[in-house]
């Protein structure tokens, strides 16, 4: 099963694993949820983080329930400064 997973709003504070295009791909074995995913990335804390799968949001009391499918396109938002 693969899923990307897209970071907008990071800046310096993106995990290691991701590209410089702040995208990276992961093959998983077995269903998953959201947040294992975002564990398995390095991202312990979801403060100020928004998860979109294609154009839904997938509301943080759900990530640890719904389960993810092959070919998920995620973007993961950071809450950053700025105006």
Do not use: C, H, Y
């Amino acid at each position: 099963m693969t899923i990307e997973i897209k970071l907008f709003g990071f800046g310096d504070d993106r995990p290691p694993s991701f590209s410089n295009d702040n995208t990276i791909r992961l093959d998983v074995d077995t269903p998953t949820t959201p947040w294992l995913l975002l564990r398995a990335i390095g991202i312990t804390d979801a403060t100020g983080l928004v998860l979109m799968n294609a154009d839904q949001v997938i509301p943080q009391r759900q990530w640890n329930d719904a389960i993810l499918q092959d070919f998920d396109r995620l973007t993961l938002l950071s809450a950053f400064e700025g105006g």
